[in-house]
């Protein structure tokens, strides 16, 4: 019996558009793209024009407090720009990489599903064009460095090395990773540290490749990791250590996005790819940018629920970038409204109205949210085969009563014609957006009134408990001048809050903020609340067991 799922024999069943013929939809030519096989290309970033990214306009898709197994952004997104493509408008898709953590863990790759999904599937989803390898290099550079000045004598900086920091990166979920000791091996092995790996997808890197404007800006932002302190308590960053030049070298054609397109032969940008729940779980600006550049439409999407990626895209990305969207589409589904509903995983299949019902509270407050960036929300009910008539009747009885659009989302059984009329009612709320969107905190605000303003105004949150260190690390931030840092909350994509059993609306709960990062280089820094880890775990029967590869080359088991 095959192991192939049915997206997967869809996605090679589809006729692969030569990239010159993709190119051509945005304008640009053959020897305007620098091609990476026959599918595949980079654009140079000379074709960002910010004239045109200030004028066109870029369409966020988010979506409710999903299940473990997600609700779909990614191919509401690629079956949303098919649509706009199909009622005649121009549109192109920005989306993030996938991670191989996921990839090979439990969720599986990022490209969409059934007819709504991004090829080549099995290139995008492995390692795709290098660009997490690349990041993954720079990061591992400057571990090297650091550790290498801390062993050397004659050019130490006096780093100690109870202050630093920085952690090795690898785009694999491995548990054993998250904390190591390194530097055994006596005298040549250099000096004993405690540190450990962060899944390349959640590293400072990948962050500041997703928010710098250009080359030398990433090479700047580069210079400003903040790496420790001296044993004397000056700070060292990793300019200090002259690492910037080498880790942007090692990120030349990364900083380009890459050219790619749907099933229906449509443009998509892929760019970048960190976690939205210890990240700011965006695609780069460089793509956002190059893609509101190419086009009339831009439809990008921010990781798990509003709370985590869209609260970062508009408070985080947009005011790094001087972005706003036009409209947002929030995505919601009968299954994980039943699951917010108390319904258990292995029940969600069997139809249950009371559940939805139930489990509405959570679409109400993430409409909320949303209504609180000034932005037109239009709801997509991303529809599953064993919803039935009556479950998507109350979802949508609901979002009229909050006076909000809402539209079925069929992409995944029929590609952009089943998405004309969320296409057409995202177009109308766009046409209807009046100004920029309005953050959620002041960046003059300290960073606790920060925190305090997401924890409240987006999660409900009542009470907020740092620890010590939490505490020390936020004062050193300040001390070191970065209070005009925005925040990037790492928090559990389960729930509003940052206990990821705690379903539904929760409210009345204090938010845990255990330690604090400093991200200078990106610009912000990551207070981590509950249980959050930056290195998942793999599950007990990972998808990897069942990725194959026969001898002509053909990928089985990849979805």
Not at 158 to 186: E, F, Y
Not at 255 to 281: D, M, R, S, W, Y
Request: a neutral charge.
């Amino acid at each position: 019996m095959s192991t192939e799922s049915p997206d997967l024999k869809i996605a090679q069943a589809a006729t692969l558009r030569p990239i010159e013929e993709i190119a051509k939809k945005l304008n640009l030519t053959n020897g305007e793209i620098e091609q990476y096989g026959r599918y595949k290309a980079k654009i140079p970033l000379s074709y960002i024009q910010e004239e045109r990214v200030s004028k066109n306009k870029m369409i966020l898709v988010t979506a409710i407090t999903p299940t473990p197994a997600g609700e779909g952004k990614t191919t509401v997104s690629v079956g949303l720009t098919d649509g706009l493509n199909r009622i005649g408008k121009n549109a192109v898709a920005v989306l993030r990489e996938p991670s191989l953590g996921p990839v090979f863990g439990i969720k599986g790759g990022a490209t969409g599903g059934g007819y709504s999904q991004l090829i080549p599937m099995e290139d995008i989803n492995l390692h795709f064009n290098g660009d997490f390898a690349a990041i993954e290099k720079a990061n591992n550079l400057l571990s090297a460095l650091i550790d290498n000045n801390i062993y050397g004598r004659s050019r130490n900086l006096g780093i100690d090395p109870r202050t630093v920091k920085w952690r090795w990166a690898m785009d694999m979920n491995d548990r054993s990773l998250r904390h190591v000791i390194t530097g055994l091996g006596g005298k040549k092995g250099g000096f004993l540290q405690e540190s450990g790996f962060n899944i390349t997808a959640a590293s400072e890197i990948m962050a500041i490749l997703c928010l710098a404007k250009d080359l030398p800006d990433l090479k700047e932002r580069m210079g400003n990791i903040y790496v420790g302190d001296t044993f004397s308590g000056e700070a060292i960053f990793a300019k200090d250590l002259n690492a910037h030049g080498a880790m942007a070298a090692l990120l030349k054609d990364a900083v380009k996005p890459n050219l790619v397109q749907t099933l229906e032969g449509n443009p998509a940008i892929i760019h970048g790819g960190p976690f939205a729940n210890i990240a700011q779980g965006t695609n780069s600006l460089i793509g956002t940018k190059m893609g509101l550049s190419l086009s009339e439409y831009v439809v990008t999407e921010a990781g798990f629920g509003a709370d985590l990626g869209a609260e970062k895209f508009f408070n985080i990305k947009c005011r790094a970038g001087g972005i706003s969207p036009k409209a947002v589409v929030l995505v919601a589904t009968v299954r994980a409204l039943k699951y917010h509903g108390g319904v258990k995983k292995e029940d969600l299949q069997k139809p249950n109205i009371e559940a939805v019902e139930a489990g509405l509270e959570n679409l109400e407050k993430h409409i909320e949210n949303i209504k609180s960036f000034g932005v037109p929300v239009v709801v997509a009910i991303n529809r599953f085969t064993s919803d039935t008539e009556g479950e998507m009747k109350r979802i949508v009885d609901r979002c009229k009563a909050h006076a909000v659009e809402v539209a079925q989302s069929d992409g995944w059984a029929s590609g952009g014609a089943g998405m004309e009329t969320l296409a057409e009612k995202v177009v109308a709320a766009a046409e209807t957006c009046q100004g920029d969107f309005k953050p959620t905190y002041s960046l003059e605000s300290t960073f606790k009134e920060k925190i305090k303003s997401i924890a409240e105004r987006i999660y409900g949150a009542n009470k907020i408990a740092y620890s010590p260190s939490a505490n020390a690390i936020l004062r050193r931030a300040e001390a070191l001048g970065f209070s005009h840092f925005p925040v990037c909350m790492a928090k559990t994509q389960n729930s509003f809050s940052d206990d990821a059993a705690s379903y539904g609306r929760p409210t009345n709960f204090t938010l845990n903020v255990r330690e604090v990062e400093i991200a200078a280089g990106a610009g912000f820094i990551i207070p981590i609340t509950g249980k959050m880890l930056r290195m998942p775990g793999l599950p007990v029967i990972p998808a990897a067991e069942n990725i194959d590869i026969d001898e002509k080359g053909n990928i089985s088991g990849l979805f």
